[in-house]
């Protein structure tokens, strides 16, 4: 083996440990948001009232009590149940998947699933740059006002060709929303990019002018607002302009064909950043901004160009919540963009780990629904989920402590494992 | 007699000059031409009032002079003013604080709900300090012990926030808005013996109360939050400036091997300042809600971005706490006018744009004075070499 050949093998093999370290991380930062939320759940149920306790905490338990006979020394009884909570989040979003793959609840959470990939992939592109878009909520809702507007009126013109104005208006549709959230990204980039500014905040203040704007442009007839309606929403878009509902149910808001497109969207990124040498110079510009400049990448450009694929990413996920979910523009579009952080830093910012996370958020989004029906539990408890999340994730290091102490209560250790737990040295 | 003119004159062109040096020389080309044109815009509408009574200038005007103009912007600075503090306390010692918006949701909720059980503001007050506090330690204990990207650990203090708030509120009032609460009193309202009293007498000679005055009334008139931030402001620049505890954080932020050498600990200088902002930012959240009595949980909940506002007020401000406390007063001085012209309805302008004014305001300023230093050591961690 020579030295070159040698140095590739321990490099692919640090790249594979970080791999998996960060499938350990995500796993381990997931399992321990669950175990907090279940606290949060028996805390707010403490503070909650009810008549009788849903779940029942006892020392000693009912396993011990059975048999020695008396009742509990200590007792407290809580409003909220959190297995119960946890049962219907997730399994609650699968419905009866294996009788019945296209029930209505399994759809939400597919649906749900097809907008997360697009604002988590549009999040990981950025990310991936160095550049922080937490203003994907923002570009969505204007790919999403983009879509719904123009379509308004370019889709009556291909009326009377059936399949066919399908296959012309949708992916149009699909492209404005992919050009409105790609130049509302572009902004902040050039912002970034040439004066300066930091993504973070400029992203964020976007988010809020584009719901005012939004909001401006449909709460009067006068602009888009539809006549007939008393919400602030548009015209519903034609029939035939949105998704087609193979299989599932129409009503189920759900297209199979929009999922497909997700997936190929994934995978396309996927491609554009490992194989292509735009990719290369993103992800150098991410790792090491001045070895990528020094090695001719044009970094304010890398900054522009990436902002502006992770804009149009998210603006296609808004167009996709028109022409599948909504089938028109309304106000108050769910967090998508937010959500879209969580699911791209759980999935390491790699595109293809981006749909396991985003399904894991659909099942959670798709899920808090059913909890609200099922339980007294605000389906609010998604959004501390996500926030604890992206916090676990944040910090590696205590998970390798974590690993390191595990590790040396282990009687022996062979190398492979430690290089395992420790994840080899990855310099971030 | 001569030469007591001369010499004010001698000040004044003095003052003239070092102020026209600090607008304009050392700026860029497109720097010099706003400030120029933010000068030109002032002056021109202090002419419009004056010379030209009825227009619409003279419209603006009078909206900006407006006493429930002042009063709007000292309450819509209390919030501002105490993150931009605690943001410059976290960043100067090393971590960057992006959570702020995240500390003040939860004191917002906090100080409602430890209001409501109690049945005073002032325990209100204290406990969302102390959730705030609390949501900062663990922020810090992610950065400092467990070394997580800053930026991101702050986004989930923001992000846990924006959940837990509105699940809290869903939990306890059956919704994302809360049930109404005591609010904080204004000054003249307080009974305080004398003082308010006071306040509310009219004055001999010019036979107007403090609170009457013109547009500066405001100032006597509003509740005690803005005085502690007034308060805090100037102990926050003197601590920075004169003791040794704010020479430890800049230390901490700039070059913390040498602040290491000479025997500080820089780890607990970096707690110390990061739950400095958590209790900063708790006074300012828990005001927020407490001047109106409520919490308002849905969308981006009530504090609306004034964490991430708070964060450019520092920057446009240079990590002074008086240049943040400035600029502060600019952005919620926008947010006033804005909510004074939907209130009039004066220009013929939508609500949801007006409502966009200090938003736009700060992405302008962050792209044209955005270009700050950041303390050198500002989101790295740093190990101690001894191995703590």
């Not at chain 2, 021109?44 to 004056?50: C, D, F, K, P």
């Not at chain 2, 600019?330 to 744009?353: E, H, I, N």
Request: net charge negative.
């Amino acid at each position: 083996m020579s030295a070159s050949e040698k140095a590739r093998s321990v490099f692919e093999r640090i790249v594979t440990a970080s791999g998996v370290e960060r499938l350990l991380i995500s796993l381990s930062a997931l399992v321990l948001s669950i175990l907090i939320g279940a606290v949060i759940i028996l805390a707010a149920g403490r503070m909650a009232d009810c008549g009788t306790a849903a779940y029942r905490l006892a020392l000693p338990g009912s396993l011990i009590t059975q048999f020695t006979g008396g009742s509990a020394v200590v007792s407290m009884g809580f409003c909220y149940d959190p297995i119960a909570v946890y049962d219907q989040l997730f399994l609650g979003a699968l419905g009866d998947v294996v009788g019945n793959p296209t029930n209505s609840q399994f759809a939400t959470t597919l649906a749900e699933t097809t907008v997360l990939a697009f604002s988590g992939v549009a999040v990981a592109v950025a990310f991936r740059a160095g550049v922080f878009n937490i203003g994907a909520q923002g570009q969505l809702v204007v790919g999403a006002l983009t879509t719904a507007v123009t379509l308004l009126f370019v889709a009556p013109v291909f009326g009377g060709l059936g399949v066919l104005g399908t296959i012309v208006v949708l992916p149009l549709g699909l492209l404005l929303g992919a050009l409105g959230g790609g130049l509302y990204g572009a902004l902040p980039g050039a912002l970034k990019a040439y004066a300066d500014a930091n993504e973070v905040i400029t992203t964020i203040m976007l988010n809020f002018v584009a719901t005012a704007v939004a909001l401006y442009l449909v709460n009067d007839a006068s602009r888009f607002k539809d006549p007939e309606s008393f919400a602030n929403q548009t015209e519903v878009l034609p029939e035939f302009s949105r998704f087609p509902s193979l299989l599932f149910r129409a009503r189920d808001d759900f297209s199979l064909v929009a999922l497909g497109v997700a997936v190929l969207t994934l995978v396309g990124v996927w491609y554009l950043l490992t194989r292509t040498s735009f990719g290369y110079d993103l992800r150098t510009s991410g790792i090491q901004p001045e070895a990528a400049e020094y090695g001719g990448v044009d970094a304010d450009r890398t900054i522009v160009s990436s902002m502006a694929l992770s804009g149009a990413l998210a603006g296609v996920g808004g167009a996709v919540y028109v022409l599948m979910v909504l089938g028109n523009f309304q106000t108050g579009i769910p967090s998508y963009g937010f959500d879209g952080i969580t699911v791209s830093i759980l999935a390491g910012n790699n595109p293809l780990g981006v749909g396991f996370a985003a399904f894991l958020f659909g099942v959670l989004k798709s899920g808090s629904i059913v909890v609200q029906v099922g339980s007294d539990v605000p389906p609010e408890l998604v959004g501390v989920l996500r926030g604890l999340i992206i916090l676990f994730v944040a910090m590696p290091e205590f998970f390798r402590m974590a690993g390191r102490r595990f590790d040396s209560l282990l009687p022996e250790r062979d190398d492979q494992a430690a290089v395992a737990t420790d994840g080899g040295v990855r310099n971030e | 007699m001569s030469s007591a003119v001369e010499r004010t004159a001698d000040a004044a062109v003095r003052r003239a000059r070092s102020t026209f040096e600090y607008l304009f020389v050392g700026r860029g080309r497109l720097q010099q031409f706003v400030v120029a044109v933010g000068l030109l815009a002032v002056l021109g509408l202090a002419g419009a009032a004056v010379f030209l009574p009825g227009s619409s200038a003279a419209a603006l005007v009078d909206v900006l002079t407006d006493s429930s103009t002042l009063a709007a912007t000292l309450r819509l600075s209390v919030p501002i003013a105490f993150a931009a503090l605690g943001g410059i306390f976290a960043e100067k010692s090393g971590v960057i604080n992006i959570g702020l918006e995240g500390l003040l949701i939860i004191a917002a909720f906090t100080g409602i709900y430890a209001t409501d059980v109690t049945g005073s503001v002032w325990i209100g007050l204290l406990g969302g300090v102390l959730a705030s506090t609390a949501l900062a330690g663990l922020f810090a204990v992610v950065c400092i012990e467990f070394k997580a990207d800053q930026i991101i650990a702050g986004l989930a203090v923001w992000l846990i926030a924006l959940g837990l708030a509105p699940f809290a509120a869903s939990v306890v009032y059956g919704g994302k808005t809360t049930d109404s609460v005591a609010t904080l009193q204004t000054l003249p309202n307080m009974g305080i013996p004398v003082l308010s009293e006071f306040l509310v007498t009219p004055l001999p000679l010019v036979n107007t109360a403090l609170v009457d005055i013109p547009f500066f009334g405001a100032l006597f008139d509003a509740n005690p939050t803005v005085y502690l931030m007034f308060l805090a402001v100037g102990l926050s620049w003197y601590t920075l400036r004169n003791t040794s505890f704010g020479k430890w954080v800049v230390a901490s932020g700039e070059n913390p091997k040498a602040l290491d050498t000479a025997g500080v600990n820089v780890h607990r200088v970096r707690y110390a300042a990061v739950l400095l902002s958590g209790v900063l930012s708790g006074i300012g959240g828990a005001a927020l809600a407490l001047g109106i009595g409520q919490f308002t949980g849905s969308g981006p909940t009530m504090v609306n971005g004034k964490g991430f506002i708070a964060i450019v007020a520092y920057l446009f401000g240079n990590y002074n706490p008086i240049g943040a406390f400035l600029s502060t007063v600019l952005f919620a001085g926008l947010d006033a006018t804005q909510l004074t012209l939907q209130a009039r309805d004066v220009f013929q302008v939508p609500r949801p744009l007006v409502r966009t004014i200090p938003y736009v305001a700060v992405i302008l300023v962050l792209a044209l004075f955005g270009r700050t230093r950041l303390p050198s050591a500002a989101g790295d961690h740093y190990e101690s070499g001894e191995g703590e």
